[in-house]
């Protein structure tokens, strides 16, 4: 037998969790029920196109697809065509299984592309070359669960401002979120943006919509100390300010201190930003090096009322999108997609994050949190494909692995595999 073949080590994972299939299938159609009336044909797509995405290694392109799926290419080129509300599906998956604490961060993200002919193709900022770079650009939102400490893809809008006829990228944006504001409130009524967007015509709109904004301000901000003197009774308009609030000797009398440690400084204030033409709440930060040097960070919120450490720790949180497009791109081919059509594009992009969903919430979330580690995409990718190419062996041999006396044999090929790839890191590294 195999089992006994193996060292003492391998066989550890004799009662690890199988990720098996059906889970998957369960999770997947249970919330498409939920959100639409969808016919069954369009429901197996879907399970199977986000299986797809989790189980293939290289190029998750149409070709791909079709090699390792059911059905041929052009089904998957006709079946990508079709809207899918991916805003709504993401928002039951999140509700259902997240812990009920989030805010809303919104993020562009670059995608590398080539050619002149694809829709909304242009000159973007790529965070990762610190240049702007030739490709196209999608706008993407996710909720924050803030106790979980991960992110939730909501929906990605491909950046189609130069074809909008918009001047102004941020102004684009503003009409993205705009159009999904009663979704984005059901979740939270917080939305946390990057240091780019702390401007006044896309905080205007934000409040407007009836959101509140957590973002940070530039180093160098023009900031004023707000007056705090009775009436004078005189004549006139009274005193609003006292003087420009310098940021690295700021009054320590005017400020209140939150925190004080090794690594930072936390002060607060309530404040007036000449950037955004209102008083806000301030979180001024100093962060100390080992070697001495300091640094400060600004930190600011439309809602005077809230904890200047959920401020703090909101806008920490926004990190945790990066992660999503991280792992989308080096796993799920977020950048894969060979095709002209925006709607193929739209529903390609959505689709990649829409998959790094299901995976976290079926091998992450139903963990115990005491008993949860980092959520780690490639293990979960490489589980998938070797579930995917087993698949494919048995059914090239025609193998029925349901069978009793196939059971145990089909269980330690599982564990075996398990082996064989921890063999092959220790021969790497």
């Excluded at 805010?103 to 965070?127: C, E, H, L, N, Q």
């Excluded at 905080?203 to 919509?209: A, C, F, G, S």
């Excluded at 959505?350 to 005491?370: C, F, G, H, Q, R």
């Excluded at 090929?413 to 064989?420: D, S």
Aim: aromatic share 12%.
């Amino acid at each position: 037998m195999i089992i006994s073949k193996l060292t003492g080590f391998a066989k550890i994972f004799v009662n690890m969790r199988t990720r098996d299939i059906k889970p998957y299938r369960s999770l997947i159609i249970n919330t498409l029920d939920k959100i639409s009336k969808l016919n069954k044909r369009r429901k197996d797509f879907l399970y199977e196109t986000i299986i797809l995405f989790l189980s293939i290694k290289g190029r998750s392109n149409f070709l791909q697809l079709s090699r390792f799926g059911t059905h041929c290419e052009q089904r998957f080129r006709m079946q990508f065509e079709k809207p899918f509300d991916f805003i709504g599906f993401n928002k039951e998956l999140v509700q259902s299984h997240g812990s009920g604490h989030y805010v809303i961060a919104f993020d562009p993200s670059y995608i590398d592309k080539s050619g002149k002919k694809i829709p909304g193709v242009g000159w973007f900022w790529s965070g990762c070359a610190n240049q702007t770079k030739w490709g196209l650009e999608i706008g993407g939102i996710a909720a924050i669960d803030i106790d979980n400490h991960t992110a939730f893809h909501l929906e990605s809008v491909q950046t189609l401002a130069d074809d909008a006829g918009v001047d102004d990228l941020s102004t684009w944006y503003a009409d993205v979120l705009e159009s999904r504001k009663d979704t984005l409130l059901s979740i939270s009524k917080y939305l946390v943006a990057d240091a780019w967007l702390s401007r006044k015509p896309f905080t205007d709109r934000i409040l407007l919509m009836g959101m509140l904004l957590i973002s940070r301000l530039r180093d160098d901000a023009d900031l004023r100390y707000l007056c705090q003197d009775a009436p004078s009774r005189k004549r006139g308009r009274p005193r609003k300010y006292t003087g420009k609030i310098n940021v690295k000797s700021i009054d320590r009398e005017y400020f209140n201190l939150i925190a004080d440690n090794q690594e930072q400084t936390v002060h607060s204030a309530v404040a007036y930003s000449k950037a955004l033409k209102r008083n806000i709440l301030l979180v001024h930060v100093l962060y100390k090096t080992a070697k001495g040097k300091q640094s400060v960070k600004l930190y600011v919120s439309t809602d005077l009322e809230l904890l200047p450490l959920n401020v703090l720790y909101y806008y920490q949180s926004r990190f945790q999108i990066e992660f999503l497009y991280r792992d989308s791109k080096q796993y799920t081919g977020l950048c894969d997609c060979q095709s002209r059509s925006e709607n193929k594009l739209n529903f390609h992009f959505n689709m990649t994050l829409t998959s790094l969903n299901i995976a976290k919430v079926e091998d992450w979330l139903s963990i115990p949190k005491e008993d949860r580690k980092q959520f780690s995409m490639a293990d979960i990718k490489t589980m998938n494909h070797n579930r995917l190419l087993l698949d494919r062996f048995i059914d090239m041999f025609g193998i029925n692995p349901n069978l009793i006396k196939n059971q145990n044999a089909f269980k330690e090929l599982n564990i075996l595999r398990h082996y064989c790839r921890l063999k092959i890191i220790e021969v790497l590294f």
